[in-house]
């Protein structure tokens, strides 16, 4: 039984991989960059008595994602993460890149519905888990966050929307929304601006990849007939998208 | 100075090109069907001293949204009813076809969000109202709602959004979340099944595409200092995504 | 057919009274301030040809509300305007008052739980409507707004849960979610502290007490099957709780 | 350092106590009934190295709470689990009880508010964790839900901005939100009708109040810098309030 993880190959999809990893859960690792991937299956099947696989995939890509559906069909699939996504630019909305704005829908729109939706037919095989990562944006929209927040309001809907529609399959499906974490999405959201994604996280402890990965673990690992629909995570110091407790 | 309304060619669009018309205003209209704008174009103008304008536009096609509004850069737009968009059938999200789960996407969101971005950047020459027509599926989502409930989740969060980043340009952004409203709505959704489309309605007092005209142009009369933000419209007779009172 | 109006004294309540007397209609009005009740009456009785009751009415006092509505048992309600509340403080939680907590509560949600109870059973021999005056504070929870923020997100869901036990009643029931209104709101909040009431106004169009009456009665005045179930009003200089575009 | 619980003597709130005390937790109990709370002091005693101490305190009892915190003003307390309250009837908000809907009021809001208050207060002192039992129930209201709905919509928008008020004192603020639960909740909505109340768990496995218990000390087990802010919990077999694929 495979765990897939897209994103795999950084952040919060990495962290997750590492954890379940370490649990002996064979791993599908999905992500764009064949290099990172590669090298986190060597480490994985090294360390620990696990079947590892990996596929170059941009999820934006749907003749890309439908082919490596196809690969896999043979594979069972007990859980999929649903986690690539991610933010571009932090400029108003008309002063945004138009580029920006397609980019961030088609990633976290429209290549998350087209892996969420191969995904979940192979768990009703499994009575598997989906796991959607999806943030506070989605919840408190916030100054400049336009098409980021409202992607991720897109994600929190879906989600619950399909615990409608897969009622009584036996598959849970799991919206996890964190605030501040530490890992590249500042760097890629100011686009390689180190000094402006430090100073998201400068002066207090935020979360980083690894709480959530604890958290992915933990809803994964409830019994059959527990579903934890929907898990807010903050740093004790944040509390809300932009109130921080900043030394 | 003119409003322009996207998806003019019918339903709450036409109504509202209508009800703007008779009251004088000068009209863009865009949609995908020329025919039917032409039409309109001619009726409207035969009996209103008004400009209407129109242009043959699938807002889901960058290239084509691009070339409109440089066409139109010379005139002035006072409002942009951002009403193009739509739903594609109501099966499982399992059992959906990956197709139309693409489409709705591309209407709805990348479409959506073309329009509004190219839309606020003019709007903010004429300390204009933005109007976006979201949905009650946004705010309850229900069973087969999936990717259409989650779309409208996004324009309510877009919507949100951007009176952060328009605070202080004295541009409005309205957002209107119409329950049953008896237009092609469900015919297109249930793709062409009369009968399906017809049982939605029935036994009850639906809301007319006029009804929700009717709260577009009142909330653009208001006094400049007051945004309507928000407007959620029922059937009385309704209480839900899945609840009426029929006889 | 009379409307009744809490919190008819001062505010929105005695704006909506105003306008609703200009238009011809009946009125019950009641406050806890039997003076001012009564020069409102004497003065809409003198200028419109209407009747006019008052009753000097607390409503955190279930025994006056009963009272009262066995006074009033004769008399067909058309319309009631819930809309008698307040905010007591402005400190963090841990510094509030516990006897302002209370104050919210009891007024807020106790007397305002009472005045619907007993409006929607008279509110259905006419198929009325209910308007509940709710705040944005139920939907945007801000910092030191604590028990009045949730005060209203009490309001925004038994309203929603009314439309579903009225359903096929006729009666509509509506939440109108105003943002900065200038009224004697902030001087109770601020217990009478002027400047720092005034400042909460300062640099900006802010909405008037009218304003909101303005929507009431639009509201009310929709056709019978329309059912203006959330209507959100801000400033369009403000964008949210803590956000304004002050000169 | 104790954690206080409230509504200790039956379903979660004694599910979180068992865990806890087998954790090696000391307990500072309360609830209505001292019987309940006698014997839960001895069995915990008697089988784990703790301290139990236990009082009998009706949370709408503002006296006798005033009381219960002055008694352990010299305790310290280092977890808050605010888990009084309940729900009274099942029928449409016009056919209710009054005096069910204060009851409701009085013990989910202003109980569980001053639980709140004076809770803090003390959490201060030691950077602790208030956990508030909320319910779907805020969240997605359903029909002759009114005030227990509303009820808990008011401890999830409290929640949050309890979240804003204690930023950077170390307090963590957690909101769990649970679907259907096998406690004695039913029955007492129901008002003993064992029928009724049995039936709401028929032919699908539902949550049992350790689960939630799971919920909360995982929660508590975090480290101090992670707030498991939301959680929301829903039986595998459960979508929504109204929602249950039964056998």
Redesign the interface.
Known sequence: MYTLITGASSGIGKATAETLAAKGHDLILIARSTAKLERLQQMFMARHEIDVKFFTVDVTD?AVVEDFFAQIQDLKIGNVINNAGGCLGKD???D?L?ED??TM?DAN??GF??I??RG??RL?ETQGTLVNISSIA?I????????Y??????????S?????????T?V?VIDIAPAAVNTNFSKVRFKGDVQKADAVYAGY???SAD?IAA?IV?ALEQ??????????????????PR???RE
Do not use: S
Request: charged residues 15%; aromatic residues 10%.
């Open positions: 749907p108003k909305f008309q945004a138009l704005l397609f829908i729109i429209r519905t087209h969420a939706h979940v037919q009703i989605g408190e929209p916030y100054p400049q966050g336009h098409v927040c409202a992607t991720k309001a897109f994600v929190k809907t879906i619950k929307t399909l615990r409608f529609d897969l009622m009584g036996g849970r402890q935020e979360l709480d958290q933990w019994p059959p007939h527990v579903n934890l629909e929907h898990i807010v995570i903050y740093p004790t110091a944040q509390a809300g109130d921080y407790a």
